[in-house]
């Protein structure tokens, strides 16, 4: 015979998997900006993804590699440029 009832270890189970839950969202969340961001480029990107894979017939693999290098040329370089000056000058200011 069991110490705890059904409902019991029901409410056990329940209890230490929230637990679980929000320890691991404790820990993510670190990177919750790079998951975010990740689905919003997955959103942006799909639609050009589906058109070259399967409307021109492109190979899947060579469609991610072009598509990945082009985020990175039209959204990451800038704002790594811009960021990058704002900071310069940020750092020029402080020192005068």
Same mark, same amino acid.
Do not use: C, D
């Given at each position: 015979?069991?110490?705890?009832?059904?409902?019991?270890?029901?409410?056990?189970?329940? $209890?230490?998997? *929230?637990? +679980?839950?929000?320890?691991?969202?404790?820990?993510?969340?670190?990177? #919750?900006? %790079?998951?975010? !961001?990740?689905?919003?480029?997955?959103?942006?990107?799909?639609?050009?993804?589906?058109?070259?894979?399967?409307?021109?017939?492109?190979?899947?693999? $060579?469609?991610? *590699?072009? +598509?990945?290098?082009?985020?990175?040329?039209?959204?990451?370089?800038? #704002?790594? %440029?811009?960021? !990058?000056?704002?900071?310069?000058?940020?750092?020029?200011?402080?020192?005068?």
């Amino acid at each position: 015979m069991s110490v705890f009832s059904y409902k019991q270890r029901n409410n056990i189970n329940l $209890v230490i998997i *929230i637990a +679980l839950g929000v320890l691991i969202a404790y820990s993510l969340q670190s990177i #919750f900006s %790079a998951i975010l !961001s990740t689905l919003v480029l997955y959103t942006i990107m799909r639609p050009a993804y589906i058109h070259l894979a399967e409307n021109k017939g492109w190979n899947k693999r $060579v469609t991610a *590699i072009f +598509l990945i290098a082009i985020s990175i040329i039209l959204i990451v370089m800038p #704002f790594y %440029a811009l960021s !990058s000056m704002v900071i310069s000058k940020i750092f020029g200011i402080e020192e005068q």
